[in-house]
């Protein structure tokens, strides 16, 4: 066994990760089907073991972008499926290596997927994005992209907290609006990852 294979091994069996994993396996995540005419794009949970050996969600905070429609947004990393990607599970591992410097396909793998998510406002881009759940070694190191102006680890325990849970005033095309909100520090996390985390902590239970 590998020291990437042995490492990957003892983050799977951490309880709540090899739970995690059985319940993907279960229930894997819905394909939509759109409507019309759409973009398809993946996002990626990564996982790992942080120094206390507790599971730790990989979160990012995208750099402004003009005509970005999720400029300054906190997410996963992810983006768009590019024609050489021969699935979204390859636009996942992509993106992850181009925005964090994370190799999932060398020092990760992929468990499962939740289901495809769309945008509620009709103003975006029509676009349906999958998110994929993965575990990697606890010492894969971050380099970030000039796309992405943050990149740091959530401990599961605080996407546990109920009180970070509820909603909140954010900025929606330079309008205050009040959505559904997950707070940490000081991010705020809404749209589309709110509910792909909401999906998330639902699978581990």
Known sequence: MTMTESALAA?????????????LQE???????PERPARLAAVLLALRLGDHGEPELLMIKRAEAERDPWSGHVACPGGR????????EQTAIRETWEETGIDVARDGEILGTLDDVSPRTPVLP????RPYVAVVRPDVRIVASPEVAEAFWVP????????????????????????PTF????????????RVLRQFLERVG
């Open 156 to 179: 599961l325990h605080a996407l546990r907290e109920r009180a970070a849970w509820g909603t909140g005033l954010v900025m929606v095309r330079g309008q205050e609006e009040e959505r």
């Open 126 to 129: 029509p676009i349906v994005v």
């Open 11 to 23: 983050v799977r069996a951490h309880p709540e990760i090899a739970r995690l994993a059985a319940a």
């Open 183 to 194: 707070r940490h520090g000081g991010y705020t996390v809404w749209g589309l990852t709110e």
């Open 81 to 88: 499926m590019e024609p050489g990607d021969h699935d979204l």
């Open 27 to 33: 229930h894997p995540g819905e394909p939509v089907e």
